[in-house]
């Protein structure tokens, strides 16, 4: 399990909530995990303490405006009053930071779920060669025009109340739209998982399913425009090994479709180390669904191909 929190100054401002589990199998790397919109990083200890067995030693941090991490500008639901999307990524900066000084020489996948997956996109892409590898799960990168429809709403929804409150519209449009697509849903977040205990771990938990604010949702939608433009997705090595992985019945990515989408455009960029997983019967949450151990054995596989002959 995870290490009690412990707190790191980031440079941004915030007191950065981290937890971390060290590798109990010979060390052969490090794993950073980046979560995903209204939870926070102890919802991955299961999956860090997989992850340790197979030598790695594993970090993860609650984001700007979630968990238990602190910021006089950042409450629950909002990442900062000014530059979000720079101060996010910088505490991603300052937590490679604290893993290099803790372990110099070992080779450090960073992974992404959903939001988590768009932020650390852009934070790869800001340091494009302190990663051995790069791991998107469940993100989407590919809004179309509803995404450019919802940045016009939230634009106007900015300029009639504010940007610090709960957005009254994306909510609808996001969450709520997926939790009625889920036939037979019995909750609002069926949506993430098949496994019904799962789900209602996430309902009844305090720090998870909160409305995020107007800011946040610009900024997040910053992040989704910026990460897959070709001319940011070129800063990072071409053979930099990436690891994306979808659900065939998730809504938030069109069941997989957006993976599919991201896996394309990386390889028109030029990448050439791309693996995509699409698995049929997931939806959201991988991590939590109910052929978790499945995704997760896949994914230590990589890992550990990934890290076999590097030391950055």
């Known amino acids: 399990m995870f290490t009690t929190v412990e707190t790191l100054q980031s440079p941004s401002g915030a007191a950065l909530a981290w937890r971390r589990q060290g590798a109990v199998s010979p060390e052969r790397g490090v794993l950073m995990i980046s979560h995903g919109l209204a939870e926070h990083s102890a919802r991955y200890a299961r999956f860090a303490a997989f992850m340790a067995a197979q030598g790695f030693h594993v970090y993860a941090h609650d984001h700007r405006g979630h968990g238990a991490t602190r910021a006089s500008d950042a409450p629950l639901g909002r990442y900062a009053g ?116 799962e789900v209602a771990l996430y309902v009844n938990d305090p720090l998870c399913g909160f409305d995020a604010s107007v800011s946040m949702w610009i900024d997040l939608f910053e992040l989704t425009f910026a990460g897959a433009r070709p001319d940011r997705l070129r800063k990072l090595p071409s053979a930099l090994p990436v690891h994306l992985v979808g659900g065939g019945e998730d809504p938030a990515t069109n069941g997989g479709r957006e993976i599919r989408w991201l896996s394309q455009r990386m390889a028109t960029t030029g990448f050439e180390r791309v693996t995509t997983i699409i698995y049929p019967t997931m939806r959201h949450e991988t991590l939590n669904e109910t052929e978790r151990d499945r995704a997760m054995r896949d994914f230590a596989d990589w890992c550990l191909t990934t890290v076999a002959d590097k030391r950055i």
Do not use: C
């Not at 779920?113 to 892409?125: D, K, P, R, Y």
């Not at 302190?130 to 990168?141: D, T, V």
């Open 82 to 197: 000014t530059q979000g999307v720079a101060k996010v990524v910088a505490d991603v900066r300052a937590m490679r930071d604290r893993v290099g000084a803790s372990h110099p020489g070992l080779p450090v996948i960073l992974f992404g779920h959903s939001m988590g997956g768009l932020i650390a996109l852009n934070a790869a892409e800001d340091d494009p060669k302190r990663y051995a590898g790069l791991a998107i799960w469940n993100s989407n990168f590919n809004p179309g025009l509803a995404g450019r429809a919802a940045q016009i709403i939230l634009a106007t929804e900015k300029m009639l109340k504010g940007s610090d409150v709960p957005s009254g519209v994306l909510p609808k449009l996001t969450f709520g739209a997926w939790g009625k697509s889920i036939a037979g849903h019995t909750t609002d977040f069926d949506w993430l998982s098949h496994d019904p205990a």
